[in-house]
């Protein structure tokens, strides 16, 4: 199994980035997929998520911001990000989830920085 991220690098404040995960060696359609982020000394915390049927899910410190999609047939999950904040960065992690079958992944991280 293997989730991997791009898109990520340096972003001035108030500037926009689109993360993408794409994911190999699992079935991806039904798969709960998420984004998290974590800070050095923090702890992981999710920012976005969205379901199988494409119901998602925000942080609050997100919304409004942030978009989650999928695309089923390419196994990409993407998170779009506008407006973006200092307090935006972070290492994100792509995640896929099998609830049923108790199984959950993670990709390697991305950094994302937003700074003048």
């Known amino acids: 199994v293997q989730l991997v991220e791009s898109g990520g690098g340096l972003v001035q404040p108030g500037g926009s980035l689109r993360l993408s995960c794409a994911a190999s060696?699992?079935?991806?359609?039904?798969?709960?997929m998420g984004w998290y982020r974590q800070v050095p000394g923090k702890q992981r915390e999710l920012v976005a998520s969205?379901?199988?049927?494409?119901?998602?899910n925000y942080a609050d410190s997100v919304k409004g911001r942030f978009a989650i999609s999928r695309d089923n047939t390419k196994q990409l999950v993407y998170l779009q990000m506008n407006s973006l904040k200092a307090e935006d960065t972070a290492v994100y992690y792509c995640n896929a989830d099998f609830p049923v079958r108790g199984a959950t992944y993670w990709g390697q991280g991305i950094q994302v920085t937003v700074s003048s």
């Open positions: 060696g699992i079935i991806f359609s039904p798969a709960a």
């Open positions: 969205i379901t199988s049927g494409g119901n998602t």
